[in-house]
């Protein structure tokens, strides 16, 4: 089922966002087919790792995307830039729709459209300098030619924090950090307008993977550049993203902003991912309990009947295992304004212990599902839900709030 795209002004976006979004996928779908057979191969299933998403992205906006292993996040990516061809729904880049696109038309939108990679050292032809990986996309896109191009890729080299210098030295020959940064110098070479980030840090020690982040957030106020940055991880996307799109087994669960995932998760996965997010300050830290999720990851070629998440849920245990979140399939409905669930219950979720104690929200009472969890509920969490610290009210979800910072636009 399509749901309407959400407006990204109201979860915060940034605030020149214009009326077209730069990127806007309807009802997309992408299936990788299953087959058998050796001589007659014949198609038995698909492995369907993207199942019907509805996302925008304003122009200059980070929308961080998250999710488990395998639950679709780079197929999505991927997707978006038409390195796949859509099983079903619509892909439109700045009013464009690239679908179906082909040939020359292609070319010219692929252009605007980049991506980093998640390893550095997987990603880069070993066989290329520095110099000769960030000039090829140029080349091939026939972009600037001999001395104007080395000028370039010099500067690009400059510009990602590299000695221009080094443009004659082999992959090899730099730290993983560096090698991150000549991705970015690549993925900037031909002035795109979106740079789908996949996982760009998780291959990174964790000392430098702030330094990339903060040449991702400084190269955007630069270059006025769109994020679709993927992670696996709540805690990478929480500063660099205007909004963040929860994902689960090739379905949207959560679309909010930043700042309103983090202080007031609806969707109990995200609660769940929220809670192996450490929070830096050692009493409340000390409280927190990670709710580990109970259960096999679904396989994508035969997901769950109802809601994706019904094998795995402990609010559905809470409740008593209503027959509902099998039956039938929820849809991203709004909660508020720019805060959209796929969960028959969401509101269940607002002020139960698990949230207020992954949000660190101080506060006392008796939150309203924890009133009466089953045994079976009792045993899906890592630490009993009696004894957290009890609700609070909601924080408000501000259009205003979810944004932590300004950007310098040029
Ligand atoms: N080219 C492909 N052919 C067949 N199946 C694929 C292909 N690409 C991805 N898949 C399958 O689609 C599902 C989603 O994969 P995808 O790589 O998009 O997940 P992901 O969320 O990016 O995972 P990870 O965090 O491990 O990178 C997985 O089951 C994967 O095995
Ligand atoms: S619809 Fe039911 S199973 Fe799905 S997330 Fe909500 S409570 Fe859990
Ligand atoms: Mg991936």
Do not use: L, Q, R
């Given at each position: 089922m399509t749901t309407p795209v959400l407006p990204a002004q109201a979860a915060g976006a940034p605030a020149q966002a214009s009326a077209t979004p730069l990127v806007s996928v309807e009802g997309l779908r992408m299936y990788f087919e299953i087959t058998s057979g050796v001589l007659l191969s014949r198609h038995v299933g698909d492995i369907r790792a993207v199942d019907g998403i509805d996302l925008s992205i304003e122009k200059g906006e980070t929308v961080g995307l998250v999710g488990e292993s395998g639950c679709g996040k780079s197929t999505v990516g991927r997707t978006i830039l038409r390195l796949y061809r859509p099983t079903a729904g619509r892909v439109v880049f700045d009013g464009q729709d690239i679908t179906y696109a082909e040939g020359s038309t292609l070319r010219a939108v692929r252009r605007r459209m980049q991506m980093i990679f998640q390893d550095p050292y997987a990603s880069l032809n070993p066989r290329m300098t520095a110099a000769g990986i960030v000039s090829e996309p140029m080349e091939i896109h026939n972009f600037a030619s001999g001395r104007e191009r080395r000028e370039r890729v010099r500067d690009l080299l400059a510009t990602v924090g590299l000695d221009p210098d080094y443009g004659d030295r082999y992959p090899h020959e730099f730290s993983g950090g560096q090698r991150q940064r000549i991705g970015v110098a690549r993925a900037l070479a031909l002035h795109p307008d979106l740079i789908v980030a996949d996982e760009p840090i998780s291959a990174l020690d964790v000392s430098i993977q702030a330094q990339i982040i903060n040449l991702l957030e400084r190269l955007q106020g630069e270059f006025g550049l769109t994020y679709l940055f993927i992670a696996h991880d709540l805690s990478v996307v929480r500063h660099i993203s205007d909004r963040i799109a929860v994902m689960y087994l090739g379905k949207i669960v959560e679309l909010t902003g930043s700042r309103a995932l983090y202080e007031r998760p609806l969707h109990p996965y995200s609660v769940a991912l929220l809670s192996a997010v450490p929070i830096p300050d050692p009493a409340v830290e000390g409280r927190r309990r990670r709710i580990i999720l109970t259960g096999d990851v679904p396989s994508p070629s035969n997901p769950p009947n109802g809601c994706r998440f019904h094998t795995r849920c402990w609010l559905r245990e809470r409740l008593g295992n209503p027959d509902r979140c099998v039956a039938e399939e929820p849809v991203l409905r709004e909660m508020t304004a720019g805060h959209a669930v796929?969960?028959?219950?969401?509101?269940?979720?607002?002020?139960?212990a698990e949230q207020v104690q992954v949000t660190g929200r101080p506060g006392s009472g008796t939150p309203r599902a924890a009133a009466g969890p089953t045994p079976a509920a009792a045993g899906s969490m890592a630490g009993e839900a009696a004894g957290f610290p009890a609700a609070a009210p909601a924080a408000p979800a501000s259009p205003e709030g979810d944004r932590p910072r300004l950007r310098k636009r040029s």
């Open positions: 796929a969960c028959h219950f969401a509101e269940e979720v607002d002020g139960t």
